[in-house]
Protein backbone atom coordinates (compact mmCIF):
# COMPACT_ATOMS: atom_id res chain seq x y z
CA UNK A 1 0.00 0.00 0.00
CA UNK A 2 1.66 3.12 -0.76
CA UNK A 3 1.95 5.64 2.27
CA UNK A 4 0.20 9.16 1.67
CA UNK A 5 3.04 11.53 2.35
CA UNK A 6 2.13 14.64 4.11
CA UNK A 7 4.33 17.69 4.01
CA UNK A 8 5.49 18.65 7.83
CA UNK A 9 5.01 22.38 7.89
CA UNK A 10 8.20 24.16 9.05
CA UNK A 11 7.96 27.54 10.22
CA UNK A 12 10.44 29.78 11.70
CA UNK A 13 11.89 32.90 13.60
CA UNK A 14 14.96 34.46 12.22
CA UNK A 15 16.09 37.69 14.17
CA UNK A 16 19.02 39.52 13.93
CA UNK A 17 21.13 39.62 17.27
CA UNK A 18 21.18 43.76 17.44
CA UNK A 19 18.99 44.26 20.73
CA UNK A 20 16.56 43.16 23.00
CA UNK A 21 13.50 41.61 21.52
CA UNK A 22 10.19 43.69 21.83
CA UNK A 23 6.92 42.42 21.40
CA UNK A 24 6.42 43.23 18.02
CA UNK A 25 9.37 40.64 16.98
CA UNK A 26 7.94 37.95 19.28
CA UNK A 27 4.17 38.17 18.18
CA UNK A 28 6.09 37.00 15.14
CA UNK A 29 8.03 34.29 17.08
CA UNK A 30 4.61 33.12 18.63
CA UNK A 31 2.42 33.24 15.58
CA UNK A 32 5.60 31.42 13.71
CA UNK A 33 5.53 28.55 16.54
CA UNK A 34 1.75 28.21 17.30
CA UNK A 35 1.24 27.84 13.60
CA UNK A 36 3.70 25.10 13.30
CA UNK A 37 2.29 23.56 16.52
CA UNK A 38 -1.44 24.02 15.50
CA UNK A 39 -0.65 21.14 12.89
CA UNK A 40 1.85 19.10 14.30
CA UNK A 41 5.16 20.75 12.47
CA UNK A 42 8.36 22.03 13.45
CA UNK A 43 9.51 25.53 14.67
CA UNK A 44 12.72 26.44 13.59
CA UNK A 45 15.26 29.25 15.10
CA UNK A 46 17.35 30.66 12.66
CA UNK A 47 20.01 33.70 14.23
CA UNK A 48 20.65 36.20 11.51
CA UNK A 49 23.95 37.82 12.78
CA UNK A 50 25.48 38.39 9.79
CA UNK A 51 25.40 42.11 10.50
CA UNK A 52 29.02 41.92 13.02
CA UNK A 53 29.23 45.72 13.58
CA UNK A 54 25.17 45.69 15.34
CA UNK A 55 25.09 42.11 16.35
CA UNK A 56 26.37 40.82 19.94
CA UNK A 57 26.42 37.76 21.14
CA UNK A 58 25.45 38.70 24.12
CA UNK A 59 22.13 39.59 22.41
CA UNK A 60 22.09 35.76 20.70
CA UNK A 61 21.70 34.75 24.71
CA UNK A 62 19.36 37.17 25.42
CA UNK A 63 16.63 36.25 22.48
CA UNK A 64 16.97 32.45 23.61
CA UNK A 65 16.07 33.39 27.55
CA UNK A 66 13.61 35.30 26.17
CA UNK A 67 12.24 32.68 23.94
CA UNK A 68 12.54 29.93 26.74
CA UNK A 69 10.81 32.17 28.93
CA UNK A 70 7.74 32.59 26.59
CA UNK A 71 7.43 28.84 26.36
CA UNK A 72 8.44 29.28 22.43
CA UNK A 73 10.92 26.32 22.69
CA UNK A 74 12.33 25.44 18.75
CA UNK A 75 12.61 22.30 17.74
CA UNK A 76 15.56 22.97 15.47
CA UNK A 77 18.36 25.81 15.79
CA UNK A 78 20.96 26.68 18.25
CA UNK A 79 21.00 24.40 21.85
CA UNK A 80 18.82 21.73 19.95
CA UNK A 81 20.80 21.64 16.69
CA UNK A 82 18.92 19.33 13.32
CA UNK A 83 19.57 18.44 10.33
CA UNK A 84 20.46 22.07 8.36
CA UNK A 85 22.71 23.56 10.70
CA UNK A 86 24.61 25.82 11.50
CA UNK A 87 21.77 27.75 12.55
CA UNK A 88 23.59 30.91 12.86
CA UNK A 89 23.98 32.71 9.54
CA UNK A 90 28.07 33.93 10.54
CA UNK A 91 28.82 30.33 10.25
CA UNK A 92 27.50 29.93 7.15
CA UNK A 93 30.07 31.60 5.03
CA UNK A 94 30.77 28.39 2.88
CA UNK A 95 27.32 27.26 2.36
CA UNK A 96 26.82 30.67 0.78
CA UNK A 97 29.92 30.17 -1.11
CA UNK A 98 28.68 27.32 -2.93
CA UNK A 99 25.73 29.61 -4.49
CA UNK A 100 27.70 32.65 -5.10
CA UNK A 101 29.80 30.23 -7.21
CA UNK A 102 26.54 29.13 -9.30
CA UNK A 103 24.83 32.42 -9.69
CA UNK A 104 28.26 33.72 -11.12
CA UNK A 105 28.76 30.82 -13.09
CA UNK A 106 24.99 30.94 -14.74
CA UNK A 107 25.73 34.86 -14.88
CA UNK A 108 22.97 35.65 -12.95
CA UNK A 109 25.41 37.75 -10.18
CA UNK A 110 28.32 40.02 -11.38
CA UNK A 111 31.06 41.79 -9.11
CA UNK A 112 30.17 45.79 -9.06
CA UNK A 113 32.93 48.29 -8.58
CA UNK A 114 31.35 51.23 -7.94
CA UNK A 115 32.09 53.41 -5.23
CA UNK A 116 29.70 54.22 -2.33
CA UNK A 117 29.97 58.05 -3.81
CA UNK A 118 29.38 56.67 -7.13
CA UNK A 119 25.72 55.57 -6.56
CA UNK A 120 25.25 58.30 -3.48
CA UNK A 121 25.89 60.19 -6.93
CA UNK A 122 23.67 58.17 -9.09
CA UNK A 123 20.66 58.04 -6.84
CA UNK A 124 20.63 62.14 -6.10
CA UNK A 125 20.66 62.49 -9.55
CA UNK A 126 17.53 59.97 -10.20
CA UNK A 127 15.88 61.55 -6.99
CA UNK A 128 16.28 64.99 -8.46
CA UNK A 129 14.47 63.71 -11.79
CA UNK A 130 11.76 62.22 -10.18
CA UNK A 131 12.68 58.62 -10.95
CA UNK A 132 12.72 56.26 -8.35
CA UNK A 133 16.44 55.50 -6.96
CA UNK A 134 17.83 52.09 -8.67
CA UNK A 135 20.98 50.64 -9.52
CA UNK A 136 21.51 51.76 -12.96
CA UNK A 137 23.29 48.65 -13.95
CA UNK A 138 27.02 50.52 -14.62
CA UNK A 139 28.64 47.16 -13.94
CA UNK A 140 26.44 44.75 -15.76
CA UNK A 141 28.09 44.83 -18.59
CA UNK A 142 31.86 44.69 -17.57
CA UNK A 143 33.37 41.73 -19.20
CA UNK A 144 33.78 38.87 -17.65
CA UNK A 145 37.62 38.97 -18.40
CA UNK A 146 37.93 42.58 -17.08
CA UNK A 147 35.97 41.47 -13.99
CA UNK A 148 37.90 38.97 -13.20
CA UNK A 149 41.27 41.11 -13.58
CA UNK A 150 40.34 43.90 -11.59
CA UNK A 151 38.95 40.82 -8.73
CA UNK A 152 42.59 39.95 -8.77
CA UNK A 153 44.15 42.63 -8.77
CA UNK A 154 42.09 43.24 -5.29
CA UNK A 155 39.44 46.27 -6.28
CA UNK A 156 36.86 46.43 -3.77
CA UNK A 157 33.36 44.83 -5.01
CA UNK A 158 29.79 43.72 -3.65
CA UNK A 159 28.15 40.70 -5.75
CA UNK A 160 24.72 41.98 -7.55
CA UNK A 161 22.16 39.73 -8.26
CA UNK A 162 21.44 40.64 -12.11
CA UNK A 163 17.44 41.01 -12.19
CA UNK A 164 16.08 39.72 -15.53
CA UNK A 165 14.12 42.28 -17.80
CA UNK A 166 10.31 42.10 -18.31
CA UNK A 167 9.30 39.92 -15.63
CA UNK A 168 5.97 39.79 -13.37
CA UNK A 169 6.87 37.98 -10.22
CA UNK A 170 4.24 36.85 -8.50
CA UNK A 171 3.20 35.16 -5.07
CA UNK A 172 0.43 34.21 -2.97
CA UNK A 173 0.57 36.19 0.38
CA UNK A 174 -0.96 34.30 3.43
CA UNK A 175 -2.44 37.17 5.02
CA UNK A 176 -2.66 40.16 2.21
CA UNK A 177 -3.45 37.71 -0.71
CA UNK A 178 -2.17 37.84 -4.64
CA UNK A 179 0.81 39.84 -4.96
CA UNK A 180 2.44 41.01 -8.50
CA UNK A 181 6.02 42.92 -8.75
CA UNK A 182 7.41 44.16 -11.81
CA UNK A 183 10.83 42.87 -11.75
CA UNK A 184 11.69 46.26 -13.84
CA UNK A 185 10.81 48.00 -10.88
CA UNK A 186 13.88 46.14 -9.35
CA UNK A 187 17.79 47.35 -10.09
CA UNK A 188 20.27 44.32 -9.77
CA UNK A 189 20.70 44.68 -5.79
CA UNK A 190 23.78 43.29 -3.52
CA UNK A 191 23.60 39.85 -2.59
CA UNK A 192 27.44 40.26 -1.08
CA UNK A 193 28.82 42.83 0.72
CA UNK A 194 32.48 43.71 0.07
CA UNK A 195 33.22 42.38 3.10
CA UNK A 196 32.46 39.48 2.08
CA UNK A 197 29.51 39.24 4.31
CA UNK A 198 26.09 37.96 3.02
CA UNK A 199 23.01 40.21 2.26
CA UNK A 200 19.80 40.16 3.70
CA UNK A 201 17.71 38.82 0.44
CA UNK A 202 20.37 36.58 0.08
CA UNK A 203 21.28 34.37 2.81
CA UNK A 204 17.27 34.42 4.49
CA UNK A 205 16.10 33.20 1.01
CA UNK A 206 18.76 30.41 0.50
CA UNK A 207 18.74 29.33 4.84
CA UNK A 208 15.05 29.44 4.37
CA UNK A 209 14.98 27.09 1.24
CA UNK A 210 17.93 24.90 2.34
CA UNK A 211 16.28 24.68 6.26
CA UNK A 212 13.36 23.25 4.50
CA UNK A 213 10.92 26.10 5.91
CA UNK A 214 7.34 25.61 4.66
CA UNK A 215 5.65 28.67 5.66
CA UNK A 216 7.39 32.16 6.48
CA UNK A 217 6.08 34.23 8.91
CA UNK A 218 7.45 38.28 8.86
CA UNK A 219 6.70 41.77 9.37
CA UNK A 220 4.63 43.51 6.06
CA UNK A 221 8.19 45.93 6.38
CA UNK A 222 9.68 42.23 4.35
CA UNK A 223 7.12 42.45 1.72
CA UNK A 224 9.33 44.43 -0.78
CA UNK A 225 11.69 41.69 0.02
CA UNK A 226 9.99 38.84 -1.25
CA UNK A 227 9.95 39.63 -5.03
CA UNK A 228 13.90 39.82 -5.06
CA UNK A 229 14.19 36.32 -2.62
CA UNK A 230 11.95 34.74 -5.14
CA UNK A 231 14.33 36.13 -7.67
CA UNK A 232 17.03 34.17 -6.12
CA UNK A 233 15.43 31.02 -5.09
CA UNK A 234 14.31 30.90 -8.70
CA UNK A 235 17.51 31.34 -10.26
CA UNK A 236 19.07 28.76 -7.81
CA UNK A 237 16.59 25.99 -8.26
CA UNK A 238 15.80 26.34 -4.57
CA UNK A 239 12.48 25.83 -3.34
CA UNK A 240 10.09 28.99 -2.67
CA UNK A 241 8.41 28.97 1.10
CA UNK A 242 4.93 29.99 1.20
CA UNK A 243 5.11 34.29 2.44
CA UNK A 244 2.96 35.51 5.32
CA UNK A 245 3.26 39.33 6.02
CA UNK A 246 1.90 40.59 8.67
CA UNK A 247 0.61 44.08 10.08
CA UNK A 248 3.14 45.82 12.40
CA UNK A 249 2.76 46.22 16.50
CA UNK A 250 2.74 50.18 16.62
CA UNK A 251 3.44 52.36 19.82
CA UNK A 252 2.14 54.79 21.52
CA UNK A 253 3.46 57.46 18.65
CA UNK A 254 1.76 55.25 15.98
CA UNK A 255 5.02 54.02 14.74
CA UNK A 256 6.60 50.51 14.77
CA UNK A 257 8.07 48.84 17.54
CA UNK A 258 11.86 48.76 16.38
CA UNK A 259 14.69 47.56 18.92
CA UNK A 260 16.52 50.46 17.17
CA UNK A 261 14.04 53.35 18.16
CA UNK A 262 14.07 51.53 21.86
CA UNK A 263 10.53 49.94 21.92
CA UNK A 264 9.82 48.62 25.47
CA UNK A 265 11.49 44.72 25.62
CA UNK A 266 10.23 42.05 26.79
CA UNK A 267 13.07 42.08 29.14
CA UNK A 268 11.85 45.51 30.60
CA UNK A 269 8.36 44.04 30.74
CA UNK A 270 9.83 41.09 32.66
CA UNK A 271 11.74 43.26 35.08
CA UNK A 272 8.81 44.88 35.66
CA UNK A 273 7.07 41.66 36.75
CA UNK A 274 4.71 40.47 33.85
CA UNK A 275 4.05 36.77 33.31
CA UNK A 276 4.76 34.84 30.88
CA UNK A 277 1.58 33.15 30.02
CA UNK A 278 -0.01 37.26 30.06
CA UNK A 279 2.17 38.19 27.59
CA UNK A 280 1.58 35.22 25.03
CA UNK A 281 -2.00 35.16 25.82
CA UNK A 282 -1.97 38.90 24.72
CA UNK A 283 0.39 38.77 21.90
CA UNK A 284 -2.22 35.76 20.51
CA UNK A 285 -5.23 37.84 20.66
CA UNK A 286 -3.01 40.66 18.74
CA UNK A 287 -3.97 40.40 15.04
CA UNK A 288 -5.69 37.38 15.65
CA UNK A 289 -9.02 36.11 17.15
CA UNK A 290 -9.09 32.98 19.72
CA UNK A 291 -13.05 31.58 19.95
CA UNK A 292 -11.89 31.56 23.60
CA UNK A 293 -11.92 34.58 25.51
CA UNK A 294 -9.91 32.98 28.77
CA UNK A 295 -6.30 32.16 29.44
CA UNK A 296 -5.09 29.29 27.47
CA UNK A 297 -1.29 28.22 27.90
CA UNK A 298 0.86 27.28 24.85
CA UNK A 299 -0.81 24.07 23.70
CA UNK A 300 -4.24 25.41 23.57
CA UNK A 301 -2.84 28.30 21.73
CA UNK A 302 -1.74 26.60 19.53
CA UNK A 303 -5.00 24.20 19.07
CA UNK A 304 -6.83 27.36 18.33
CA UNK A 305 -4.76 29.13 15.76
CA UNK A 306 -5.88 29.35 12.52
CA UNK A 307 -3.72 31.29 10.05
CA UNK A 308 -7.07 32.79 8.20
CA UNK A 309 -7.84 34.47 11.61
CA UNK A 310 -5.06 36.98 10.90
CA UNK A 311 -5.92 40.33 10.55
CA UNK A 312 -4.34 42.39 8.27
CA UNK A 313 -4.52 46.06 10.20
CA UNK A 314 -1.93 47.90 12.24
CA UNK A 315 -1.93 46.90 15.96
CA UNK A 316 -1.41 49.03 18.54
CA UNK A 317 0.45 48.34 21.69
CA UNK A 318 -2.14 48.33 24.18
CA UNK A 319 -0.94 48.11 28.10
CA UNK A 320 -4.81 48.29 28.99
CA UNK A 321 -5.26 44.85 27.48
CA UNK A 322 -1.81 43.25 28.83
CA UNK A 323 -2.81 44.42 32.34
CA UNK A 324 -6.42 41.82 31.67
CA UNK A 325 -4.38 38.86 30.76
CA UNK A 326 -1.75 40.04 33.73
CA UNK A 327 -4.63 39.72 36.01
CA UNK A 328 -6.15 36.27 34.24
CA UNK A 329 -2.41 35.07 34.79
CA UNK A 330 -1.50 35.97 37.93
CA UNK A 331 -5.42 34.49 39.24
CA UNK A 332 -3.59 31.43 37.56
CA UNK A 333 -0.62 31.53 39.64
CA UNK A 334 -0.21 29.37 42.52
CA UNK A 335 -0.05 30.72 46.34
CA UNK A 336 3.44 29.32 46.26
CA UNK A 337 4.78 30.62 43.26
CA UNK A 338 3.56 34.06 44.61
CA UNK A 339 6.66 35.10 46.52
CA UNK A 340 8.97 34.13 44.19
CA UNK A 341 7.23 36.40 41.58
CA UNK A 342 7.03 39.04 44.02
CA UNK A 343 10.62 39.19 45.37
CA UNK A 344 12.40 41.97 47.10
CA UNK A 345 8.46 43.84 46.88
CA UNK A 346 7.75 42.22 49.94
CA UNK A 347 10.75 43.40 51.70
CA UNK A 348 8.63 45.28 54.31
CA UNK A 349 6.99 42.11 55.28
CA UNK A 350 8.41 39.78 58.01
CA UNK A 351 9.38 36.44 56.39
CA UNK A 352 7.06 34.69 58.58
CA UNK A 353 4.13 36.37 57.17
CA UNK A 354 4.73 36.61 53.86
CA UNK A 355 2.34 33.66 52.53
CA UNK A 356 -0.36 34.99 54.26
CA UNK A 357 0.29 38.04 53.27
CA UNK A 358 0.33 37.68 49.80
CA UNK A 359 -2.97 35.75 49.63
CA UNK A 360 -4.48 38.26 50.95
CA UNK A 361 -3.40 41.30 48.52
CA UNK A 362 -3.55 38.80 45.20
CA UNK A 363 -6.58 39.88 44.32
CA UNK A 364 -5.51 43.46 44.46
CA UNK A 365 -2.12 43.50 42.65
CA UNK A 366 -0.92 43.70 39.00
CA UNK A 367 2.65 43.61 39.27
CA UNK A 368 5.23 43.57 42.37
CA UNK A 369 5.06 47.21 42.57
CA UNK A 370 1.31 46.76 43.84
CA UNK A 371 3.01 44.23 46.01
CA UNK A 372 5.86 46.67 47.86
CA UNK A 373 2.51 49.26 48.16
CA UNK A 374 0.62 47.04 50.07
CA UNK A 375 3.47 45.58 52.00
CA UNK A 376 4.25 49.38 52.64
CA UNK A 377 0.68 50.18 53.65
CA UNK A 378 0.04 47.38 55.96
CA UNK A 379 3.61 47.03 57.03
CA UNK A 380 4.77 50.27 57.48
CA UNK A 381 3.65 53.61 57.54
CA UNK A 382 0.80 53.79 55.45
CA UNK A 383 0.21 56.94 53.21
CA UNK A 384 -3.12 58.40 54.05
CA UNK A 385 -5.15 59.39 50.83
CA UNK A 386 -7.36 62.22 50.95
CA UNK A 387 -10.15 60.26 50.42
CA UNK A 388 -9.31 57.82 53.54
CA UNK A 389 -8.62 61.03 55.71
CA UNK A 390 -12.67 62.44 54.52
CA UNK A 391 -13.89 58.93 55.49
CA UNK A 392 -12.09 59.21 58.90
CA UNK A 393 -13.35 62.94 59.50
CA UNK A 394 -16.56 61.86 59.08
CA UNK A 395 -16.80 58.84 61.35
CA UNK A 396 -18.17 59.26 65.31
CA UNK A 397 -15.23 59.08 67.44
CA UNK A 398 -17.38 56.80 69.33
CA UNK A 399 -16.91 54.42 66.48
CA UNK A 400 -12.98 54.56 67.09
CA UNK A 401 -13.86 54.18 70.54
CA UNK A 402 -15.48 51.37 70.46
CA UNK A 403 -13.62 49.78 67.92
CA UNK A 404 -10.40 49.68 70.43
CA UNK A 405 -12.43 48.59 73.17
CA UNK A 406 -13.81 45.66 71.36
CA UNK A 407 -10.54 44.83 70.29
CA UNK A 408 -8.95 42.35 73.00
CA UNK A 409 -12.05 39.97 73.23
CA UNK A 410 -11.95 39.84 69.22
CA UNK A 411 -8.43 38.86 68.14
CA UNK A 412 -8.10 38.50 64.56
CA UNK A 413 -11.62 37.66 64.44
CA UNK A 414 -12.94 40.78 61.83
CA UNK A 415 -16.72 39.23 61.38
CA UNK A 416 -17.01 38.94 65.29
CA UNK A 417 -15.17 41.93 65.66
CA UNK A 418 -17.18 44.66 63.44
CA UNK A 419 -20.45 43.50 64.68
CA UNK A 420 -19.66 44.02 68.18
CA UNK A 421 -18.06 47.53 67.38
CA UNK A 422 -21.47 48.18 65.18
CA UNK A 423 -23.69 47.37 67.88
CA UNK A 424 -22.02 49.41 70.70
CA UNK A 425 -21.32 52.78 68.34
CA UNK A 426 -24.75 52.30 66.62
CA UNK A 427 -23.29 52.43 62.96
CA UNK A 428 -23.68 49.29 60.56
CA UNK A 429 -22.54 49.17 56.71
CA UNK A 430 -20.42 51.51 54.72
CA UNK A 431 -20.14 53.49 57.61
CA UNK A 432 -19.18 51.33 60.07
CA UNK A 433 -16.75 49.70 57.11
CA UNK A 434 -15.09 52.42 55.35
CA UNK A 435 -13.99 54.54 58.22
CA UNK A 436 -12.19 51.27 59.81
CA UNK A 437 -10.67 50.46 56.47
CA UNK A 438 -9.50 53.75 56.12
CA UNK A 439 -8.07 53.94 59.55
CA UNK A 440 -6.18 50.33 59.76
CA UNK A 441 -5.18 50.78 55.50
CA UNK A 442 -4.90 54.28 54.43
CA UNK A 443 -7.38 53.50 51.83
CA UNK A 444 -10.40 53.60 51.04
CA UNK A 445 -9.69 50.47 48.69
CA UNK A 446 -7.87 47.22 48.76
CA UNK A 447 -7.66 43.76 49.95
CA UNK A 448 -10.50 41.86 51.85
CA UNK A 449 -10.76 43.54 55.41
CA UNK A 450 -11.25 39.78 56.80
CA UNK A 451 -7.87 39.24 56.13
CA UNK A 452 -6.20 42.40 56.24
CA UNK A 453 -7.34 42.37 59.58
CA UNK A 454 -5.56 39.25 61.42
CA UNK A 455 -2.80 40.19 59.18
CA UNK A 456 -2.23 43.32 60.95
CA UNK A 457 -2.30 41.88 64.07
CA UNK A 458 -4.48 43.50 67.50
CA UNK A 459 -0.80 45.76 68.44
CA UNK A 460 -0.94 47.39 64.85
CA UNK A 461 -4.72 47.46 64.72
CA UNK A 462 -4.59 49.70 67.87
CA UNK A 463 -1.96 51.73 66.98
CA UNK A 464 -3.79 52.94 64.00
CA UNK A 465 -7.08 53.34 65.61
CA UNK A 466 -5.22 55.81 68.04
CA UNK A 467 -3.71 57.56 65.28
CA UNK A 468 -7.06 57.59 63.38
CA UNK A 469 -8.29 59.32 66.77
CA UNK A 470 -5.91 61.57 66.71
CA UNK A 471 -6.32 62.86 63.19
CA UNK A 472 -10.00 63.99 63.77
N1 LIG B 1 6.85 46.39 15.15
C1 LIG B 1 6.81 45.14 14.70
N2 LIG B 1 5.64 44.46 14.68
C2 LIG B 1 5.60 43.18 14.25
N3 LIG B 1 6.67 42.49 13.82
C3 LIG B 1 7.86 43.12 13.81
C4 LIG B 1 8.00 44.47 14.25
N4 LIG B 1 9.30 44.82 14.12
C5 LIG B 1 9.95 43.74 13.65
N5 LIG B 1 9.10 42.72 13.45
C6 LIG B 1 9.41 41.39 12.92
O1 LIG B 1 10.29 40.71 13.81
C7 LIG B 1 11.10 39.80 13.06
C8 LIG B 1 12.54 39.97 13.48
O2 LIG B 1 12.99 41.19 12.97
P1 LIG B 1 14.32 41.94 13.31
O3 LIG B 1 15.20 41.10 14.15
O4 LIG B 1 14.85 42.54 12.08
O5 LIG B 1 13.72 43.08 14.30
P2 LIG B 1 13.50 44.66 14.24
O6 LIG B 1 12.83 45.03 15.51
O7 LIG B 1 12.85 45.03 12.95
O8 LIG B 1 14.96 45.19 14.31
P3 LIG B 1 15.56 46.57 13.85
O9 LIG B 1 14.90 47.64 14.65
O10 LIG B 1 16.99 46.34 14.22
O11 LIG B 1 15.28 46.63 12.39
C9 LIG B 1 10.82 40.11 11.59
O12 LIG B 1 9.91 39.17 11.10
C10 LIG B 1 10.18 41.47 11.61
O13 LIG B 1 9.31 41.67 10.53
ZN1 LIG C 1 28.71 48.87 -10.14
Not at 99 to 106: E, K, M, P, S, V
Not at 450 to 469: S, T
Amino acid sequence: MLAMSKAIVKTRFAPSPTGQLHLGNLRTALFSALHAWSVGGNFLLRIEDTDAERSQAAYTQALQADLHWLGLHWQEGPEVGGPAGPYLQSERAAVYAGYYRQLRAGGQAYPCFCTQEQLAATRAAQRASGRPPRYPGTCAHVSADEAAARVSAGEPHTLRFRVPAGELIEFDDLVRGPQAFRSDDIGDFVIRRTDGTPAFFFCNAVDDALMGVTHVWRGEDHISNTPRQLLILRALGLREPRYGHMALIVGDDGAPLSKRHGAMSLDGLRELGYLPLAITNYLARLGHSYAEDGLLDMQALAAGFDPARLGKAAARFDRTQLDHWQRLALAATADADLAHWAGAACAAVPEARRGEFLAAVRDNVLLPEDVRFWAQALFAEPAFEPAAQSELAAAPVALFEAALQCLPAHDGDFRGWTKAVGAAAGVKGRALFMPLRAALTGHTHGPEMARVFPLLGQQRVAQRLRAALARI
